[in-house]
């Protein structure tokens, strides 16, 4: 509220200070008191606005005293000099006023230099010389426009020429380090800055005005332009009381080019103006010092660039999450490596899968998830360096170029030992897939194939204690049982496996979701023979019987604690997209990504083979139903994903093909 008055009070003071030096003359008693009496006032105000300031708030302090000492050096100048030469015939010059009015200068760069570093986290070598080129062209300007007359009507007088071309190279400067300011925010400045502009770029006007019409004689007491100066006072002391906060510079949008165009464009123009008609040596001096800026910024704009470029491409070959190389870095280099391989210097290609790790992600979190990731590849790394290059291929899933093949399975077995993390609840291990270059492959796309393939074939062979000897057992009474079931179960795991690849899913999740589609229908087992084998089509109570297999294979597969994963798809993989499905009516993306796949790829194998009531179809009616029933029975990305795995394998392929799991 104070402060509120106190601004209505200085903008009432100011429009006195306007109405007295307007008034025409005869109004002499008004003319005395606005000129000098209410012109004293509002300096001293001013600088007590700041005092109050450095007093209130902590923040800032050291910066704002020194503003607070220009303010209060300039009133006292104006105070003496009014008071004690103003009125003298032949007053001396320089005085005592004018070394207090120079004061000001030092004080003030002191002030926007400190304020400079305490809001400022980080400052840009080009944005510094975005505000020196701006700074050098401003007084290049005003060293064009003021400087001749003021030397031509001080010369020779030497203290005379120095202390009055002082004021306008201060002002030159002050406004110069405003505009380097100015460049800092990215041409955003708040509040603060742009009243602590605004008043040194009232000064800067108000003393080349003055200056201008002194050497001209042309200067008259109590005019318009006295009310300039404590304006420009109370600008700057208003700036103190501006909110202000320690920001970046904002290095982003159109000002960060168009302003410091401007500012180059206009020493281009003061170039040529000076090309025709001739500039002082000053302003000369000046536009050269521009010039060489302006080169030194395009060369560090140069070299941003190149910086910019090369972190660009740093960041398309680097995981962002291991800092390894990435799939895009490893398909650069095999090339190279298959180059540099020879029978007589062989090279290496090993490819690594993580075991057990979605379950850690599902116990632990997806973040302790991607810790475990950073832990494991920097281990990978650190062991790899000596011997070739360590890669991230996405998931789970790493990648070894092998530069010395001879020490290929001591690297690779101590890369095992690196993707290697066990702890109380859980154990993260790998199975890997190795080839020998050039013997094994003949390209790069072969190599990654056989890799593959027999990273695959360890994965699928390797004991996994009780849930493995668990499906096996089960799909061992389900060949007793049921040899037609089984073969079916086989055919849907095989589809399944292929559109989870197409889909992207990881390899754990690959390896749940073939495990559900063997044991899908595990719960038929206590569904009678009679209602399995029954020709025609089922009656309502037949069918209540049917659809009860889901929930009974959930409790089948759930005793065992390693296939509660694949339990619970297997009790979803009967629900259909729209929610018509059983057991519990889900619908869209709330049923189980692995269970929509089981579900269609289940339909699929059941309409291409022959069944009890219905002679088997062709993949391409198959798929055509399925196609009529994306959307309402099945997920439509997995339908798409189910016929792009068709169009790519025959169709007998599709339901007679195994792939150990």
């Avoid at 001209?216 to 501006?242: N, R």
């Avoid at 990648?399 to 609840?425: F, H, P």
Wanted: proline share 5%; with cysteine.
């Amino acid at each position: 509220m104070a402060l509120r008055s106190l601004k209505a009070s200085l903008i009432v003071a100011l429009a006195t200070s306007v109405v007295a030096a307007v008034t025409p003359a005869g109004g002499a008693r008004l003319d005395a008191f606005a000129g000098i009496t209410l012109h004293n006032a509002l300096m001293v105000v001013a600088g007590l606005m700041v005092a109050v300031r450095v007093v209130a708030e902590r923040s800032e302090r050291a910066a704002w005293i020194c503003v607070g000492v220009a303010l209060v050096t300039y009133a006292a100048g104006e105070i003496v000099w009014n008071s004690a030469f103003a009125t003298l015939d032949e007053p001396p010059y320089p005085s005592i006023a004018d070394a207090l009015w120079l004061t000001f200068y030092p004080a003030s760069y002191a002030g926007i230099v400190l304020l400079s570093r305490a809001r400022f986290r980080e400052l840009n070598a080009s944005v510094w010389l975005d505000g020196l080129v701006g700074a050098l062209v401003v007084a290049a300007l005003g060293a064009t426009l003021v400087f001749p007359t003021v030397l031509d009507a001080t010369e020779g007088d030497a203290a005379a020429v120095a202390t009055t071309l002082a004021y306008p190279l201060g002002d030159l400067m002050l406004l110069g380090i405003v505009v380097g300011v100015f460049a800092l925010t990215g041409w955003r400045p708040g509040r603060g800055w742009v009243f602590i502009g605004a008043g040194l770029a009232t000064n800067a006007v108000a003393d080349s005005i003055y200056t201008y019409q002194s050497a001209k004689g042309t200067w008259v007491d109590g005019s318009i332009f006295d009310v300039l100066f404590p304006l420009a006072a109370l600008l700057i002391a208003w700036s103190a009381w501006q909110p202000a906060g320690k920001r970046a510079p904002a290095l982003d949008g159109r000002r960060v080019l168009v302003v410091p165009s401007a500012f180059m464009l206009g020493a281009l123009a003061l170039m040529g103006y000076g090309l025709f008609a001739g500039v002082n040596e000053l302003a000369a001096a000046l536009l050269l010092a521009a010039g060489l800026a302006i080169v030194v910024r395009f060369a560090l704009t140069f070299r941003e660039y190149l910086a910019m470029l090369a972190l660009t491409r740093n960041e398309a070959t680097t995981d962002p999450l291991t800092g390894l190389a990435n799939r895009r870095a490893l398909m650069r280099d095999l090339p190279a490596i298959f180059e540099r391989a020879t029978p007589e210097e062989p090279r290496a290609l090993a490819l690594f899968d993580l075991n057990g790790f979605k379950r850690y992600n599902d116990t632990f979190g997806h973040p302790a998830g991607d810790a475990l990731l950073v832990r494991l590849g920097a281990s990978l790394s650190a062991m790899a360096r000596p011997f070739g290059c360590a890669y991230r291929l996405g998931g789970d899933e790493f990648c070894l170029l092998i530069e010395r093949a001879a020490q290929m399975d001591a690297v690779i077995a101590a890369a095992s030992q690196a993707l290697t993390e066990q702890g109380e609840g859980f154990e993260v291990s790998s199975s890997h897939g190795k080839v020998l270059l050039p013997a094994e492959a003949a390209d790069p796309r072969d190599a990654l194939q056989l890799a593959d393939q027999r990273m695959y074939a360890q994965k699928d062979g390797r004991p996994s204690g009780a849930g493995r000897q668990t499906r096996d057992v089960l799909l061992g009474v389900l060949r007793e049982r049921q040899p037609e079931l089984h073969d079916h179960l086989r055919g849907v795991a095989t589809l399944a496996h292929a559109v989870g690849e197409r889909l992207g899913m990881g390899s754990e999740e690959l390896d749940v979701v073939t495990r559900a589609a063997e044991l899908h229908d595990i719960g038929k087992m206590g569904v009678p023979d009679a209602i399995l084998s029954k020709p025609g089509p089922l009656d309502e109570q037949e069918w209540s019987f049917m659809r009860r297999h889901t929930i009974i294979g959930e409790r089948i597969l759930g005793a065992a604690e390693a296939l509660r994963p694949v339990a619970r798809i297997v009790r979803s993989s009967h629900e259909r997209f729209d929610g018509a499905g059983y057991p519990d009516r889900l619908a869209g993306e709330d049923i189980p990504l692995g269970a929509r796949v089981v579900f269609a790829c289940d339909a699929f194998d059941a309409m291409v083979s022959r069944r009890p009531y219905a002679p088997p179809s062709t993949a391409e009616r198959a798929l055509a139903e399925l196609r009529s029933c994306a959307g309402s029975q099945f997920d439509p990305a997995v339908v798409e994903a189910l016929e792009g795995v068709a169009a790519e394998k025959a169709p007998v392929e599709l339901s007679t093909a195994r792939r150990p799991s």
